[in-house]
């Protein structure tokens, strides 16, 4: 039996599309038109103040290359705010049929990138893991890895994932190794997993399973020595009340027994509210959900223009148009054929020409991680 995946020839071949799309094509060719076109991808047509983050271009990239057709985006990483992410030129039927994937790669990468910067933005100094990938379809593990990499999260779980990004995953130990060890055993489980994994590996006791997470703490700490890294509490929402405060007491507890090098990592629920109320007691943190879960940026593809007459549905903007990074942070958006804003940036570049990447479109995970991070200081991202 196999799993209900759509595969990668269906996706670059134009057969994941919607249903209209394929009677558009045939209508179209049946009647003899084929009209030059710009289509613009948007999903506010003006700035609102609501900055998003742009990812999925890579894939957007490898949907439409070997094509004849010339297409601009935004870099992945920058932030958005109103008008295009990324613009395609030519004739209509060369791409019609890859609209609903190439929305589908820009809308659903940029959500989830986006729900990372906010996490990440919550807790900039602390070492913030993707542990998201359990919440979604294994087929989009890497996208949601890429998504927390792009947003400058500092690693995630997922080894396939990893595996397809080239970037090595990590985690520590999971209930069900404790539980396998049985109740007053947890030494026992500490131990084995000491002795068992690979020296690069973080020695992290889980230290909430049967017992009180201070005294688990003290115990791990006892028991594994100088070995010993970090403890992680994910006690699961509904039995662990003030969890601030159970990071403090445990925070005192294995400094009252001199090990104030051991830090403290926690997961379960947890987001960027979250995040801020406890970036000074914890050191570093798992998050799952919140970015994994994120709802997908509303992206639309519409025709602006035909033959070089500008046009669109009602609603919609006509013409060709150009997007600015201002030098103090805001996000313009006017006519291609018009002048900028003074000493403002142009965000959309030259992606494909001739069916390649254009030299210097750097697509790169490192790179895009670089543009977050500048972005989001220089709009003031998350800043509260």
């Given at each position: 039996m196999?799993?209900?995946?759509v595969g990668?020839d269906?996706?670059?071949?134009g057969?994941?599309t ?5 009677r ?5 060719r049946?009647?003899?038109?084929n ?11 003006f700035?609102?103040?609501?900055h ?6 890579r894939?957007?990239?490898a949907?439409l290359?070997?094509r ?11 932030l958005?705010?109103?008008?295009p ?11 019609a049929?890859l609209?609903t994937?190439l ?5 659903h ?8 910067l ?8 602390s ?12 087929s989009?593990?890497?996208v ?10 500092d690693?995630f779980?997922?080894?396939?994932g990893?595996e397809?990004l080239?970037r ?10 404790v539980?396998c ?10 131990r084995a997993?000491?002795e068992?994994?690979?020296e690069?590996v ?12 201070a ?7 006892a028991?594994l ?14 039995r662990?009340g003030?969890?601030r ?18 830090d403290i990592?926690?997961?379960g629920?947890l ?14 943190f798992?998050?799952?959900g ?11 593809l519409?025709?602006v223009?035909?033959d070089g ?12 148009k150009q ?11 006017g ?9 403002g940036?142009?965000?959309l570049?030259?992606?494909l020409?001739g ?12 790179a895009a991680a ?8 220089l709009?003031g991202?998350?800043v509260?």
């Amino acid at each position: 039996m196999e799993f209900d995946i759509v595969g990668p020839d269906a996706i670059r071949e134009g057969a994941a599309t919607d249903a209209y799309f394929d009677r558009t094509e045939t209508t179209l060719r049946h009647a003899g038109r084929n009209p030059r076109v710009v289509a613009e991808v948007t999903a506010d047509q003006f700035p609102d103040g609501s900055h998003e983050l742009l990812s999925g271009v890579r894939d957007a990239a490898a949907l439409l290359s070997d094509r004849d057709i010339a297409v601009d985006a935004i870099p992945p990483g920058r932030l958005f705010d109103g008008g295009p992410v990324l613009r395609i030129e030519g004739d209509y039927l060369e791409f019609a049929r890859l609209e609903t994937s190439l929305l589908g790669f820009l809308s659903h990468a940029s959500g989830i990138a986006t729900a990372a910067l906010d996490v990440r933005r919550a807790a900039p100094d602390s070492l913030v893991l993707s542990f998201g990938a359990r919440h979604v379809h294994p087929s989009i593990a890497a996208v949601v890895e890429r998504g927390a990499l792009v947003a400058g999260l500092d690693g995630f779980s997922h080894m396939a994932g990893g595996e397809v990004l080239g970037r090595e995953a990590g985690g520590t130990m999971p209930h069900a190794l404790v539980l396998c060890f049985g109740r007053g055993n947890q030494e026992a489980a500490w131990r084995a997993f000491d002795e068992a994994v690979g020296e690069t590996v973080p020695r992290v006791a889980l230290c909430d399973t049967f017992d009180d997470e201070a005294d688990e703490a003290r115990r791990a700490a006892a028991e594994l020595g100088d070995r010993l890294d970090s403890v992680r509490l994910d006690t699961t929402g509904s039995r662990r009340g003030d969890f601030r405060h159970i990071i403090r007491e445990v925070r005192w507890t294995l400094d009252a027994h001199g090990r104030e090098d051991v830090d403290i990592f926690v997961s379960g629920g947890l987001g960027p509210s979250d995040l801020r109320d406890l970036r000074d007691v914890a050191d570093g943190f798992g998050v799952g959900g919140y970015v994994s879960n994120a709802d997908p940026i509303d992206f639309a593809l519409d025709i602006v223009e035909i033959d070089g007459e500008p046009i669109a549905k009602r609603g919609k903007l006509p013409g060709r148009k150009q997007v600015y990074r201002t030098p103090d942070g805001d996000h313009r958006v006017g006519l291609a054929s018009e002048a900028g804003p003074d000493n403002g940036e142009a965000l959309l570049r030259p992606l494909l020409r001739g069916g390649e990447v254009v030299d210097g479109f750097d697509l790169g995970v490192d790179a895009a991680a670089e543009r977050a991070a500048r972005d989001a200081e220089l709009c003031g991202y998350g800043v509260e």
